[in-house]
Antibody, heavy 115, light 111 residues
C-alpha cells in the first residue's frame, strides 16, 4: 500500500518561502506523476501543480510565478516551494500520487502564514 | 479554468435512504484519449480526501458498492443507494481533463 507523508514547518512568516517535502513509502516514486494540492481552512481544494518522476513539471497558472516542485528519486521524495507567501496561502497542504486521478493522498499538513 | 458546480451544497439524509449529488462542468470533460476524467472524493471530518470513483463510474477498490457514479460530457452524478452513518462528510467532484485540474465546491452530507 502506497503511503505519503508531508513534512515541513507549520508556521511561515509573510513574504518568506513555504517549503514542504512529501515522502513516499510502500512503492516506487518512479514512473508516476506526483501532485501538491491545498485546502484553505473551511474551503475547497486547489491543485498547485505536479511533477513527473523524470522531473517534468506543470504548475497552476494562478501560482506559477511563485511555485517550484522538485523530485529526488533516490530518497523517494518530492518537494514544494512557494515563495512570497501571504495570509492567503494559509492552508492544509496535501501531497498525492498522479495528477488526473489523485489515487493516494497524504494526511495533509497545516501551514499558517503569520508574523 | 473549468468551473465545477456541485449541488446541493448541503444534503441532509436519512439512514438507509438514497442520496444523489450533481456535478456540472463548464466544458466537456472528454479528453483526447477518449476517456472522461471525472473523479469523486469523500472527505470525512478531520481526514484527507479519499477517492471513491474515477473516470465517471469506476469504483475504487474497497469502496462499497452502494456508491455509484454516472454521467457524460458536462453532467455527472454520484449516488449512494442506501446511506450509512459512515458516509457523513464532504463530497467533491474533480475534473482531470483540462489543466489546471479543478474541484467542485463540495457537498456536505449529514444525517
Amino acid at each position: 500500500q502506497v503511503h505519503l507523508q508531508e513534512s515541513g514547518p507549520g508556521l511561515v512568516k509573510p513574504s518568506e518561502t513555504l517549503s514542504l517535502t512529501c515522502t513516499v513509502s510502500g512503492g516506487s516514486i518512479s514512473g508516476y506523476y506526483w501532485s501538491w494540492i491545498r485546502q484553505p481552512p473551511g474551503k475547497g481544494l486547489e491543485c498547485i501543480g505536479y511533477i513527473y518522476s523524470s522531473g517534468g513539471t506543470n504548475y497552476n497558472p494562478s501560482l506559477k510565478s511563485r511555485v517550484t516542485i522538485s523530485i529526488d528519486t533516490s530518497k523517494n521524495q518530492f518537494s514544494l516551494k512557494l515563495n512570497s507567501v501571504t495570509a492567503a496561502d494559509t492552508a492544509v497542504y496535501y501531497c498525492a500520487r498522479t495528477a488526473r486521478y489523485l489515487d493516494y493522498w497524504g494526511q495533509g499538513t497545516l501551514v499558517t502564514v503569520s508574523s | 479554468d473549468v468551473v465545477m458546480t456541485q449541488s446541493p451544497l448541503s444534503l441532509p439524509v436519512t439512514l438507509g435512504q438514497p442520496a444523489s449529488i450533481s456535478c456540472r462542468s463548464s466544458q466537456s470533460l472528454v479528453y483526447s484519449d477518449g476517456n472522461t476524467h471525472l473523479n469523486w472524493f469523500q472527505q470525512r471530518p478531520g481526514q484527507s480526501p479519499r477517492r471513491l470513483i474515477y473516470e465517471v463510474s469506476k469504483r475504487d477498490s474497497g469502496v462499497p458498492d452502494r456508491f455509484s457514479g454516472s454521467g457524460s460530457g458536462t453532467d455527472f452524478t454520484l449516488k449512494i443507494s442506501r446511506v450509512e452513518a459512515e458516509d457523513v462528510g464532504v463530497y467533491y467532484c474533480m475534473q482531470g481533463t483540462h489543466w489546471p485540474f479543478t474541484f467542485g465546491g463540495g457537498t456536505k452530507v449529514e444525517i
